[in-house]
């Protein structure tokens, strides 16, 4: 049941750094902001998505990298960046661990 959390995690946040990586790893702006390398492939995506979810989002500079890409792209950003936190961390993740531990608990 924890490897199902954890698999759908996992699956989530793929799904999430494919977009980043498609969107906003290619554009010429944040290259500028010294934030490419953050974005620049699935797994980098991967890793700063977690660590924004999680509250550790700051670039090497020590800006948060949601606040500048909110600065730099506007509402566009603010609203998906909002939508998958929620998702991430109140919404899907959360109740598929609920959903499991009532199914395993009913079983024993």
Known sequence: TLFLSFALL????????GFATMTIGRDQL???LGLAAHFENIPASMFTAFRCFSGECFAES?????AVLAHSHGTAFVMCYTAS?????????PAVGLVTEKTSTTRD
Do not use: H, N, R, T
């Not at 996992?10 to 750094?17: D, G, K, N, P, S």
């Not at 020590?62 to 949601?66: T, Y």
């Open 30 to 32: 944040v290259k500028e």
């Open 10 to 17: 996992f699956a989530v946040l793929y799904v999430i750094a």
């Open 62 to 66: 020590g800006q948060p990298i949601a």
């Open 85 to 93: 936190y929620i998702f991430v961390s109140l919404g899907g993740v």
